[in-house]
């Protein structure tokens, strides 16, 4: 049974790329050129490159500026991240590809919130896997195990929802997270991915009051089109949604065969 290509999130344009040098890959790094299936390699736990059609081992410094490297992530709400080589030993990052979704959806950029960082035994971040805000609030979408606690390694009774879009300064709303004297009894997940949307959709109302709107990509954000990727918590008294909206993307991977290919 052939695997479908899976469709990968596009990140905007305009933001400082992501950079890697062919070190910083992890083993099982694929390698390809776009449409080619003739050409591929995978990174071994050893360090090296293996071309896919002849076992031998390759050069990964002659392969060339264009080419694209996936990389498999197991600790994000991203199946895999795409980069493309745009120099000698530089990888500029893409795009991504969501886990067990295929819809198109591309980031709302954001500066990470840094005051007051957490120990890194309580950095948490919890996945969403980009469900729709909206239909959450219409109750045309639920999450993933809804009643189990959103974050167990987080014990704050209180917290701040911050939202750091470059040119959109939305207010901060400090909410609870458990009650006073009782911290085993903490959100659920569907009571924090809930709470996020409420937030949202009023601060984005409000914006509109003053005669604002959040902008990607020069367009104004209907609240409807964003998803929910994850809640990050890594400083203290802070929680930050990762966001994303709905849009087209023009590239895919193809599993079987190891390469991208046109939309």
Known sequence: ?????????????????????????????????????????????????????????????????????RVVRDDDPFESLLYRKIACGQWSLIGAELKDRSVHVSVLVQSEYKAQPRPSDKRVEVNY????????LNCEAE???????????????????RYCFPDCLLPERQVRMRPANKPEKRKTRKELADMIANDLRTKLKDLQKTGKTLLHDCKPVNFDDI?????????????????????????AWDADKHTLVSL
């Open 227 to 251: 998803v929910l990727l994850s809640v990050v918590f890594n400083s203290q008294g802070t929680m930050q949604p990762r966001l994303a909206v709905v849009s087209k993307s023009s590239i």
């Open 143 to 161: 999450v993933r195990d809804p009643l189990e606690p959103a974050a167990t390694a987080i014990d704050n009774e209180k917290l701040t929802i």
């Open 129 to 136: 896997h980009a469900v729709r805000l909206a239909h959450l």
């Open 1 to 69: 049974m052939t695997t479908p290509a899976r469709t990968l999130l596009q990140t905007t344009s305009g933001v400082s790329p992501v950079l890697l040098s062919e070190e910083d890959f992890p083993a099982d790094t694929a390698i390809a050129l776009m449409d080619n299936s003739d050409f591929g390699c995978i990174k071994q736990e050893d360090g090296s490159w293996k071309d896919l059609s002849s076992d031998a081992l390759i050069l990964i410094q002659e392969v060339p500026s264009g080419a694209f490297a």
